[in-house]
């Protein structure tokens, strides 16, 4: 059984940064593919960025290609999403999610393991 828990969210203005953390417990983290997802209110959950167990290799949606950074320190069993450039559009309730599989998967259903989830807010 893997345990996620996100911190790092908060309040920022537009263009502002934030760097999201996931610090994961009870399992082999470097055997896992990580994923960050996000839920706006009244919309479903979406896929934002995932990174393979080895040798990293990362996935992003278009929606913040060249803006947000996924990576991950298996020495601190800990996934990261640094996030720049952010718009309003980013608001929303972030989660990563811990997938047993070997590819980076881009659909909830695919993940085994969940966070409870960090707010961002961006302000105009």
Partial sequence: QVQLVESGGGLV????SLR???AASGGTFSRYAMGW???APGK????VAGIS???GSTYYADSVKGR???????AKNTVY??????KPEDTA????????????????????????GTQVTVSS
Wanted: charged content about 15%; aromatic content about 18%.
């Fill in 53 to 55: 167990w080895s040798p």
């Fill in 93 to 116: 309730e972030y989660y990563c999610a811990a997938s047993a599989g070997v590819v980076i998967i881009t659909v909830p259903r695919g993940y085994d393991y969940w966070g409870q």
């Fill in 81 to 86: 999403l640094q996030m720049n450039s952010l």
């Fill in 68 to 74: 947000f950074t996924i990576f991950r320190d298996n």
């Fill in 13 to 16: 203005q537009a263009g502002g």
């Fill in 44 to 47: 479903e959950r979406e896929f």
């Fill in 37 to 39: 997802f996000r839920q």
């Fill in 20 to 22: 999201l953390s996931c």
